[in-house]
């Protein structure tokens, strides 16, 4: 008889382009893997505020590093990431607030399309340098990403409610509690023990913990499935 499988709770935010690079993976293994994947959308500038940190951007000569890392991560993980023209005002200026609330929504009313949202939010912001603050620009990604209009605004008009709101926090303070000082971070719950790894570029070790095999940030067994 096969084993329960393993939960793997990811913690991310669309501002950050790490969390989509582990985003990708692991909805690319969770079909390969004995695994649960939960997808928690999160306020990474909550966590940084909680946990002192702050944003690399912050700091000139991670955010010199930050452009030649991101373009190579992407071209290994193939996830077509592009920095933003306006890549200051994109991460400290503008932030996510709005896109992690209807995300929230998303979730708590129809979490089936959570992945292809995110995706598609993603993508607008790390692909096609577009808005992901305005409204209508958030309709546009659920729209792409197979909603409905109608869906869409409905979700829109519950992204200021404290039911969502309170949500958001929760999750972004279960995501403290965990450990987390930034995102993305990935919540292993393994015969009994939890584990927490932090960025994109633990996807070996989350494998050695499962005791299942690592293929790459692109796996064979996925390529061959398509």
Known sequence: MKPLPRTLELFYDVL??????????LCRYQHIWNVKLQLRPSLIAGIMR????????????KAQYLRSDVKLQGQHFQVPIQFPKDFFGVILEKGSVSAMRFLTAV?????????KVSRELWIRIWAR??????????????????MSAEDARALLEKISTPQVKNQLR?????????????LPIVVAHIDGKTHM????????????LLGEKWMGPAPPALSARL
Not at 16 to 25: A, I, K, M, N, Q
Not at 50 to 61: F, K, L, Q, V, W
């Open 16 to 25: 950050s382009p790490y969390c989509w690079l582990g985003f990708e993976v």
């Open 50 to 61: 909680e946990s002192g940190n702050r944003p690399p951007a912050m700091i000139p000569r």
């Open 107 to 115: 979730n708590m009313e129809c979490p089936e399309m959570l992945e």
């Open 129 to 146: 340098d577009e808005d992901t603050v305005q409204l209508q620009s958030i309709q546009a990604a659920a729209e792409k990403a197979g």
């Open 170 to 182: 929760e999750t972004t303070e279960a995501a403290c509690k965990y450990g987390a000082f930034g």
């Open 197 to 208: 790894l932090f960025g994109s570029d633990r996807m070996e070790l989350l494998a050695h």
